[in-house]
């Protein structure tokens, strides 16, 4: 596997997170929701470099020059982002909703579970946050190996939860809490 590091999104970041966005086949079976614009995300860099306080966005890097590892420089090629927002009905137990999209040739590497790895990390270093989440479809036994081996723990199955390619479709709640222990660290 590839050096793999996370890095605030760079402006020559935005026209590769928008060709992914506009390509069904590279955001691959799980992940095309249909046609949206990725102006939004261009707006958010503008005004926050997708650093806000509900939603980051993050830069996963690879190869020449990443060292494995958070940090602000924009060494190695661009493979895809890892993303969290804020979640939770009450101010006083708000936690973040985590997920990652990688381009087509940086899947079934581990680059995956490692820059999720890292984006924990990251998350309960610099929030105080108790609780990490993340959700997949059934289907998608990848990311929920991913998930498995960063700690996460399957909570259960939401049913009809995403609506994608004219049916709705069940996902898998997962949770890691501060306190769990984290393999591979």
């Not at 590839?2 to 992940?31: H, K, T, V, W």
């Not at 005004?47 to 060494?75: Q, T």
Request: aromatic share 8%.
């Amino acid at each position: 596997m590839d050096e793999i590091r996370l890095s605030p999104m760079a402006e020559d970041d935005l026209a590769q997170l928008a060709g992914l966005m506009e390509d069904p086949e590279a955001l691959g079976e799980f992940q095309w929701f249909g046609w949206r614009s990725a102006e939004p995300f261009r707006r958010e860099w503008a005004e926050d470099g997708l650093l806000g306080e509900e939603r980051l966005m993050l830069a996963v890097r690879a190869g020449s020059g990443a060292d494995s590892g958070v940090g602000p420089g924009v060494d190695g090629e661009f493979v895809g982002f890892v993303a969290a927002r804020r979640a939770g009905a009450r101010v006083v137990s708000r936690h973040w909703n985590i997920g990652v999209q990688l381009l087509p040739r940086a899947r079934g590497r581990g680059v995956g579970t490692r820059a999720q790895q890292l984006l924990v990390e990251y998350l309960f270093a610099h929030s105080p946050v108790m609780r990490l989440e993340a959700d997949t479809e059934t289907g998608n036994l990848a990311e929920q190996r991913a998930l498995e081996k960063c700690g996460f723990l399957r909570e259960g199955v939401q049913r009809a939860a995403v609506f994608r390619a004219g049916e709705w479709r069940d996902v898998v709640r997962y949770g890691l809490l501060r306190t769990d222990p984290r393999p591979g660290l």
